[in-house]
């Protein structure tokens, strides 16, 4: 069974003719259905990528002095897919990364609260965490109920603002809950009081078109390498309003005395090939599909899956494994697992590991409020067999497993 396969409603043939299931290259017995993690590569961005390092290996002297140009001009493509000015727009490596650039960056006092939420990025909480220990401040943490609608969402998070805060951190997708949360009405509540807020969107690239229409947020992240199919270490900053020039990249380089975005273009000698080739992934996409299409499809499939795994664990418990997550989203979802399964993070991280390992499936599994989750994303390479079989061969072992965790 391949791993990375074009699917056959969306799919005709690359733009040369060949076979659409040539489009990715791994093609092994296990099934990837976890697209929301690490993305998928598609060759032609692979093999753009691979010309570019040659180049570079070839004539460093030639290749560094020019890479801010480039990196540039990358830039002003990725930020016309996002629908945002170029001007706001830096590349950082992740999403991550670029939340430790407004970390490091943003000017703070004394004392200074930030507000996360339940749901956040444990990486990005904890650089937030990191930032209030640096100025003997603290974090507060918003608890969102799954299901919380977006009116329930916002008061909840409004609710732990105070006039100590100094910042407030969200999720426009929330990665361990698959759900939106209600980002554009955040920020402008936050706006009107002063404060700034940085909205993580690290899923968001690819899944919905135009992400920071009607957002006016000081920071955006958003990573291109998950849904948008680009070489993975390609992520966008956009940063608007007079904080932006407070931003400096976490490696000081020759590009230091430039405005935001241009000081982010020089990093020295890091390999950038990634931002190079993103266009490559983000174009074929386009030219292949059409990203309107693309996102129709997963959406649809994402339906299809969710009602037959959650069908498949009902079938084996007699209970109701749809989850109400409130604000869903169009290829990201949830399905409850069944009790003594991913009942923490760690416990989640270690059931992923065994189901690659014994059962060749590349899956996400989560955690939250002590209730394991199995967390499907979808992308055009992926067909309802994929899910099928996860559904047939998957889920009666994993009630096994689940069976055993709770007897022991």
Same mark, same amino acid.
């Given at each position: 069974?391949?791993?990375?396969?074009?699917?056959?409603?969306?799919?005709?043939?690359?733009?040369?003719?060949?076979?659409?299931?040539?489009?990715?290259?791994? =093609?092994?017995?296990?099934?990837?259905?976890?697209?929301?993690?690490?993305? !998928?590569?598609?060759?032609?961005?692979?093999?753009?990528?691979?010309?570019?390092?040659?180049?570079?290996?070839?004539?460093?002297?030639?290749?560094?002095?020019?890479?801010? =140009?480039?990196?540039?001009? !990358?830039?002003?493509?990725?930020? =016309?897919?996002?629908?945002?000015?170029?001007?706001? $727009?830096?590349?950082?490596?992740?999403?991550?990364?670029?939340?430790?650039?407004?970390? $490091?960056?943003?000017?703070?006092?004394?004392?200074?609260?930030?507000?996360?939420?339940?749901?956040?990025?444990?990486?990005?909480?904890?650089?937030?965490?990191?930032?209030?220990?640096?100025?003997?401040? $603290?974090?507060?943490?918003?608890?969102?109920?799954?299901?919380?609608?977006?009116?329930?969402?916002?008061?909840?998070?409004?609710? @732990?603002?105070?006039?100590? $805060?100094?910042?407030?951190?969200?999720?426009?997708?929330?990665?361990?809950?698959?759900?939106?949360?209600?980002?554009?009405?955040?920020?402008?509540?936050?706006?009107?009081?002063?404060?700034? *807020?940085?909205?993580?969107?690290?899923?968001?690239?690819?899944?919905?078109?135009?992400?920071?229409?009607?957002?006016?947020?000081?920071?955006?992240?958003?990573?291109?390498?998950?849904?948008?199919?680009?070489?993975?270490?390609?992520?966008?900053?956009?940063?608007?309003?007079?904080? !932006?020039?407070?931003?400096?990249?976490?490696? +000081?380089?020759?590009?230091?005395?430039?405005?935001?975005?241009?000081?982010? +273009?020089?990093?020295?000698?890091?390999?950038?090939?990634?931002?190079?080739?993103?266009?490559?992934?983000? +174009?074929?996409?386009?030219?292949?599909?059409?990203?309107?299409?693309?996102?129709?499809?997963?959406?649809?499939?994402?339906?299809?899956?969710?009602?037959?795994?959650?069908?498949?664990?009902?079938?084996?418990?007699?209970?109701?494994?749809?989850? +109400?997550?409130?604000?869903?989203?169009?290829?990201?979802?949830?399905?409850?697992?069944?009790?003594?399964?991913? @009942?923490?993070?760690?416990?989640?991280?270690?059931?992923?590991?065994?189901?690659?390992?014994?059962?060749?499936?590349?899956?996400?599994?989560?955690?939250?409020?002590?209730?394991?989750?199995?967390?499907?994303? *979808?992308?055009?390479?992926?067909?309802?067999?994929?899910?099928?079989?996860?559904?047939?061969?998957?889920?009666?072992?994993?009630?096994?497993?689940?069976?055993?965790?709770?007897?022991?």
């Amino acid at each position: 069974m391949s791993t990375i396969r074009a699917t056959a409603p969306l799919a005709l043939s690359l733009p040369d003719g060949r076979p659409a299931a040539a489009a990715w290259t791994l =093609d092994t017995d296990s099934i990837h259905i976890n697209h929301g993690s690490f993305g !998928a590569v598609p060759l032609v961005a692979q093999l753009h990528q691979n010309a570019l390092r040659a180049e570079m290996d070839a004539a460093p002297v030639a290749w560094f002095p020019a890479l801010p =140009d480039r990196v540039k001009e !990358a830039r002003l493509a990725i930020a =016309d897919f996002l629908g945002v000015d170029p001007g706001i $727009t830096a590349l950082v490596p992740n999403a991550s990364g670029g939340a430790s650039v407004v970390f $490091t960056s943003l000017p703070v006092r004394e004392g200074v609260e930030i507000v996360v939420t339940d749901h956040g990025y444990g990486a990005v909480t904890m650089g937030a965490e990191r930032l209030a220990r640096r100025w003997n401040g $603290t974090v507060r943490t918003a608890h969102v109920p799954l299901n919380a609608t977006a009116a329930e969402a916002h008061d909840a998070i409004m609710a @732990e603002v105070t006039d100590a $805060t100094g910042l407030i951190v969200i999720d426009q997708i929330t990665s361990p809950t698959a759900r939106l949360l209600p980002v554009q009405s955040i920020a402008a509540e936050a706006r009107l009081r002063g404060i700034p *807020t940085l909205v993580d969107g690290a899923h968001v690239p690819g899944l919905y078109d135009r992400p920071l229409d009607g957002l006016d947020c000081d920071f955006w992240l958003g990573n291109l390498h998950k849904f948008g199919c680009a070489p993975r270490g390609t992520a966008a900053l956009v940063a608007q309003g007079p904080l !932006a020039e407070e931003l400096y990249p976490l490696i +000081d380089s020759w590009g230091a005395p430039f405005p935001f975005p241009d000081r982010f +273009d020089s990093q020295g000698t890091l390999d950038q090939t990634s931002y190079l080739a993103a266009p490559t992934a983000l +174009d074929f996409i386009e030219e292949t599909w059409g990203w309107d299409a693309a996102r129709s499809y997963l959406t649809e499939l994402a339906d299809y899956a969710e009602h037959t795994i959650a069908d498949a664990f009902g079938a084996l418990t007699g209970e109701d494994h749809r989850v +109400d997550v409130g604000m869903p989203v169009n290829g990201l979802r949830l399905v409850r697992l069944p009790a003594g399964l991913a @009942e923490t993070h760690d416990d989640a991280n270690a059931l992923r590991d065994r189901v690659i390992a014994e059962l060749g499936v590349e899956g996400a599994f989560t955690s939250f409020e002590g209730i394991g989750y199995y967390r499907l994303s *979808t992308h055009v390479y992926n067909t309802a067999a994929d899910f099928d079989y996860f559904a047939l061969h998957c889920v009666p072992v994993l009630g096994e497993w689940a069976r055993a965790a709770t007897r022991a």
